[in-house]
Every structure is written in C-alpha cells, then in structure tokens.
C-alpha cells in the first residue's frame, strides 16, 4: 500500500519516506544458570503435596462415608425397603409437596443465574510491512523535523534502547512522513485503517452477519471524534438502528477489560446477543512534538495496533466458541491524587500537548495490582493457597513476628497470563512481584518486542501469541491484567473451551517461528 495522500500536501513541499535500515545482527547468546535445585526440589514438592491434599480434602473424607452407606446399604434386609417404599406411598402428600419445592427451587436459580458469555474469536490488526518503524529511521524522522533538541533526541535514544521493542513495530502513515502530518483526517484514516482491519477479520473468520450484533463497544482513549468511532463503525458495517452502541474515551490502557465488562453486563440484560468489543488507541494526533523527558516517553513506547472481539450469551455458541468469561475484577485509585496524576494529559511550558508520566508510576501501579489482586484472589485460588496466606496474616498479627506475608501462587491458579505490554519495567515487576517464570510472561515480552505497546488491546495481542505457540487446552485458565491512567488496575479471567488453535489471521502468522528472542536490557541476545 503507498502512501496516504492528505489534504495540506502539495508540490511546493515534498514530503519523502523514511527508509528503513537493515536490522542489525544478533547480539551472541549469553549462558543460563541452572537451578539450585537443593534449595528448590524438596519445598517444590512438599507445596505440591500439600496443595493436592486440600484440594482434595473433601473427596479423602467422603470416600469413606460412600464406602460406609454402600456397605451398609447391601446389608439391607429387602423387607426393610418394601416398608420403606409402602411409607412414602402412605405419605404421597408430603412427596408431592417436597417435588414441588424442589422443582420451585430449580427453576428460580435457573432464571436468576448470570448468563454464560462466551467469545466466540478475536482479530487483532497487523499493519502494512512498509509502516514499520526500525529505531534508526525513528531517531531520523525525530532529528529531521525539528522540534526536538539535542538533549531531548539522546534521551528518546535511550529510552527505545531500554524499552524492550523490536525493530518491526509500527507508526502510522502521517507519521512516516517529512514533516508529520497529525490533521484530523489523517487520525480518521489511522482509526478507520485499524479497526477496519480487524472487524474484517472477525466477521470473516466468525462468519457472524454484521446486522446480528446487538451490543458495539468501543474504546480509544486519545481520540475521540465526532461522530464517535462507534458511529463510524455503524456507519461502515450498516448495523441495524437499535443497536446499543458505546464509546468509552480517556480510560486509559486497561479500557480493553473495561469494555469486556461493560459487554458482559449488556449481555446479562439482553437474551440471544452477539457483542462487538473493538479497542485501539490513535498515534496520529497524539505525539508529543516538545522537550519535557516525561512526555518524550509514550513517543518511545507507542505504536499502531487495535483488536475487535466477539462475544455470545447464546448458548448454541458455546459449541464453536474458543474461551468463557469466568470473571473480572476492576481496581479504581482515582480517589488518590497522586494515582490520578501519574498519567495526566497537558500541555508543557510552551504550549505543546502530551501525555506526563510520573515518576512514581510503578510504586502507584504496584499498590494498585495489590488491591486488585486481593480482590480477585478469593475468586481463583485453591483453598491451599487461601489457607496458607490466612495462616501467615493469623502469625502476624497474633504473635508480632516479623514473619514476611506470604504471596500467594497464581501459578496455580491460572495457566497462561497475558500481562499488559506497557513496558519492560511493568513486566519486570509482575513477573519478580507475581513469582512468575519467564515461560509465564513470555507472551507479554515478545508482544512488546513485536509490536510495542499497542495500549488496551495488547493483551489481545499476547493472547494471539499463546494461541500461536499451541500452547491453550481444554480448561486452561487465562489471566489478563491491565494498568491505566486514572489509575485503573483491571483483570479479566477466561477459561479455554477446547484445545485452542490459532486464527488463519493471526498476527503473528509469518514469524511465530521466529519466536521467542531472549531480550537483556531491552536488546536481543539471542534468537
């Protein structure tokens, strides 16, 4: 595809590609430690076991009750069961009034039990070959458009050395340009292209009648146009008129769960729907064209990507469809002014408009994931876990001991987790935070390497990749957990309904071969 043509190009001002320079070679690989296994093996195993045995607590101590009443059942005299058969007779009032409660009882729990939300697929969008965006012609298109210093260009050097991105990650067509061309109709064109891009995916793979979908969320936190972006898919697909159509802006990378769960609840109200959940970020209006180092940093992080999903309360779906909503937890700090600060929109001392991050991000978004993640704990965790963390806080408090809180294993609880890409640092975190092995945030890592930090629908993005590396069985457990400006921490949990398989459309299609790289201080080490 060429470039776009916009409506302030014209001769007097050519405006040229970047040419993208050859990837450089691998750096060689580094060695790997084996496991201290006389710390590890036994403890490993003892957990294990125990673990097993409360799981199956109430198995161990009903066998033998069954074993019991089975005894004593074939030891029953058939005389006995005649009479007990002639009393139920005499008393047939009594069963038919004890039926009818049980029938009552029944169907009431039937009718008041939440509906079932299955998601039948998703489609994430994969740019055109010729948007990529290879660090040097980054620092080249920043040097030639002349809007930021010398200090400004070293710091955004380092910053993408550091960030854990590839050299494949994608700007969208305004930006490839010389000078950049952020006009509304550009944004328009970036916003269309992108989610466009993965609606047809969907509608294609799922064979779903646009003019079924009953439920459209949308969310994009920067940009939000009018007509809304919501709009502009009705517009194109031709939904009918009484579709419940929302568009939710300015929440941030964790909007993706937001809109998950917005749709779930609509499904909870509306019978037989399908719902469209479409989100993407725009780049196109939103860079940051000044020398403040907080606001340089989404310039470094940020790239083109979005992800449409489609969800059923139908139950005839459940056959076809991939994963089940089990639950989603939402984590709200706005009340805090340093949490809604820390990612906070505004203009710099010369007027130009960006997006700060504060310095404290990571301290705000780990308490976050604390309150989120006590939360959700409960729901997830076996009674083994939930028993040994309830026994360490009895310790603590009882007895003063300076005894470490115990961090509960999520490894048992979940299979696969697909952790935000929003940045080296964030994954770090959860991973040392969570107990986490790299097998555990590997999806994440190479999403961010890939295709950067594609904000609320980069957990889609891990998903596909898991989906990718054949990884997903029948009852595997997905976490997805996202941090956002307000500040939102926000977790989504699915269930797997067979043995995934990844999409003929799959983004990573043409190079999950090629993956995982091992990254080490944001460089590739080896592949």
Request: aromatic share 10%; charged share 20%; net charge positive.
């Amino acid at each position: 595809m060429g470039s776009m043509a916009t409506p302030n190009q014209d001769q007097h001002h050519p405006k040229h590609h970047l040419q993208q320079p050859a990837a450089p070679a691998p750096a060689p690989a580094t060695g790997r430690r084996l496991p201290d296994f006389l710390q590890s093996v036994n403890l490993k195993y003892v957990k294990l076991g125990y673990h097993y045995l409360i799981t199956h607590l109430i198995t161990f101590l009903l066998f033998p009750l069954i074993v019991i009443i089975l005894l004593e059942a074939a030891r029953t005299d058939p005389d006995e069961l005649r009479q007990l058969w002639l009393h139920l007779q005499y008393n047939l009032v009594s069963v038919l009034v004890f039926s009818a409660i049980l029938v009552f009882a029944s169907t009431v729990y039937i009718m008041t039990r939440p509906r079932a939300v299955y998601l039948i697929d998703f489609a994430c969008y994969r740019p055109e070959p010729h948007l990529k965006a290879p660090f040097l012609a980054f620092m080249e298109h920043s040097r030639l458009c002349g809007e930021f210093n010398e200090s400004a260009l070293e710091f955004q050097r380092k910053i993408l050395e550091r960030s854990g991105l590839g050299e494949e990650t994608y700007f969208p067509e305004a930006m490839h340009h010389i000078p950049p061309n952020p006009s509304m109709a550009a944004a328009r064109a970036e916003a269309e292209q992108v989610m466009f891009g993965a609606l047809d995916n969907l509608f294609r793979s799922t064979g779903v009648n646009p003019k079924d979908i009953g439920v459209l969320v949308v969310n994009c936190s920067l940009f939000n146009p009018t007509p809304s972006l919501s709009a502009m898919i009705v517009n194109k697909y031709k939904f009918r008129g009484n579709i419940r159509s929302f568009n939710l802006g300015g929440m941030g990378c964790s909007a993706g769960v937001i809109s998950i769960d917005l749709a779930r609840d609509l499904l909870q109200v509306h019978g037989s729907s399908y719902a469209v959940v479409v989100s993407t970020e725009n780049i196109t209006q939103n860079w940051y064209f000044g020398n403040r180092k907080s606001m340089l940093i989404p310039n470094c992080l940020f790239r083109v990507g979005g992800a449409a999903v489609l969800l059923s309360n139908r139950r005839s779906d459940r056959r076809r469809a991939k994963y089940r909503l089990v639950h989603v937890v939402r984590t709200h700090k706005g009340a805090d002014d340093n949490a809604f600060r820390c990612v906070y929109q505004e203009q710099d001392e010369v007027g130009k408009v960006g997006v700060s991050l504060s310095k404290d991000l990571m301290a705000i978004a780990g308490g976050a994931l604390k309150t989120n993640i006590t939360t959700l704990g409960p729901l997830v965790l076996p009674i083994s876990e939930q028993l040994l963390f309830f026994a360490t806080l009895v310790a603590k408090k009882l007895f003063n001991a300076k005894v470490k809180p115990y961090i509960p294993d999520f490894k048992l609880a979940f299979d696969h987790f697909c952790i935000h890409a929003g940045g080296r640092a964030v994954i770090d975190e959860l991973e040392k935070n969570l107990q986490l092995s790299p097998v555990h945030v590997e999806a994440s890592r190479m999403t961010l390497h890939r295709f950067g930090n594609t904000s609320s629908s980069s957990i889609w993005y891990e998903l596909a990749y898991i989906e990718a590396k054949d990884r997903i069985r029948r009852g595997h457990r997905i976490w997805q957990i996202a941090f956002g400006s307000g500040f939102k921490c926000n977790s989504a949990v699915w269930e797997a309904l067979c043995n995934v398989k990844a999409s003929s459309h799959s983004p990573w299609a043409d190079c999950i071969n090629s993956y995982p790289v091992q990254v080490v201080d944001g460089h590739i080490a080896s592949q």
